[in-house]
């Protein structure tokens, strides 16, 4: 099976402040605007081949075909605000991750949020429980704790099983996959930007391609529709900084955040 899956983060008012989802010139480069937003989902809903879908637990493992999964990270309060009521103008479905410890503070969904988003009928799933920095580099118990912490909070607060994961950050290892299934996750979605479906360990993998607010127009549709320009283009990149991550490790991420400090100034 084909799997298309769009990664969005936080959607903002289109003056208004960044009052949603972690602070910063980095997370801010995936936030929306609420004009951006519904003109991507209007992009994608003129094409006829493209509907969102909801994954069934066991999708990985059901028939051929293709499919458009909407999928949203970290637990931002513009999740039940902006985000849920411009998917509901259509009926379409969603998933959001949601980083546990963060539940209830500023910038993120109250309690009652998550529970509006299950009622609704997106599929809630965990984006660890305290966003570590680099998930891969955790010592293995930490990496397991992260799951099996953030998906206890989530059962107790829905009521209901949660078995379907994103990596925070993107930093996906075998390590990672390997503590998720152990702690009862069977849907696992990184930021690999392919669409093959994997499985590991008993849990299905996901790729998924980053939507940011430079994202264009025509790479959505190309996305959305699973032409193949745009994935082509974000796998090459991904490809690249995924070696200049390992290459740097530590060094990377103190580059990267200079970066931002600069282009701050
Ligand atoms: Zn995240």
């Given at each position: 099976m084909k799997v298309t899956a769009l990664i969005y983060h936080d959607v903002l008012a289109d003056h208004g402040a960044d009052d949603s989802g972690f602070a910063g010139a980095d997370a801010r480069t995936y936030k929306l605007t609420e004009t951006q937003f519904h003109r991507h989902l209007d992009l994608i809903s003129a094409l006829p081949s493209a509907v969102p879908l909801r994954l069934a637990e066991r999708a990985g493992e059901e028939?051929?075909?293709?499919?458009?999964?909407?999928?949203?990270?970290?637990?931002?309060?513009?999740?039940?605000?902006r985000i849920m009521p411009a998917l509901r103008q259509r009926s379409w479905p969603a998933h959001f991750f949601v980083t546990t410890d963060r539940i209830g503070t500023p910038g993120f969904m109250?309690?009652?949020?998550?529970?509006?988003?299950?009622?609704?009928?997106?599929?809630?799933?965990?984006?660890?429980?305290?966003?570590?920095?680099?998930?891969?580099?955790?010592?293995?118990?930490?990496m397991c704790r992260e799951w099996s912490d953030s998906r206890a909070r989530l059962e107790d607060l829905l009521g209901t099983a949660v078995t379907v994961a994103s990596v925070p950050g993107g930093y996906y290892?075998?390590?990672?996959?390997?503590?998720?299934?152990?702690?009862?996750i069977r849907v696992l979605f990184?930021?690999?930007?392919?669409?093959?479906?994997?499985?590991?360990?008993?849990?299905?993998?996901?790729?998924?391609?980053?939507?940011?607010?430079?994202t264009s127009d025509a790479d959505i549709v190309s996305l959305a529709s699973g032409s193949g320009a745009a994935a082509v283009r974000q796998r090459l990149a991904w490809d690249t900084k995924k070696l200049a991550k390992r290459i740097g490790g530590e060094a990377w991420l103190t580059a990267r955040r200079r970066f931002f400090e600069l282009r701050r100034r």
């Open positions: 028939s051929s075909g293709a499919a458009l999964l909407l999928t949203f990270d970290d637990g931002g309060a513009s999740a039940p605000t109250t309690p009652q949020g998550v529970r509006e988003l299950h009622g609704a009928g997106h599929v809630v799933g965990t984006h660890s429980a305290s966003h570590p920095a680099r998930m891969s580099s955790l010592p293995y118990e930490l290892s075998h390590a990672v996959a390997r503590a998720a299934a152990q702690a009862g990184t930021s690999e930007p392919q669409r093959s479906v994997r499985y590991i360990d008993g849990l299905t993998v996901i790729g998924r391609f980053s939507v940011t607010r430079r």
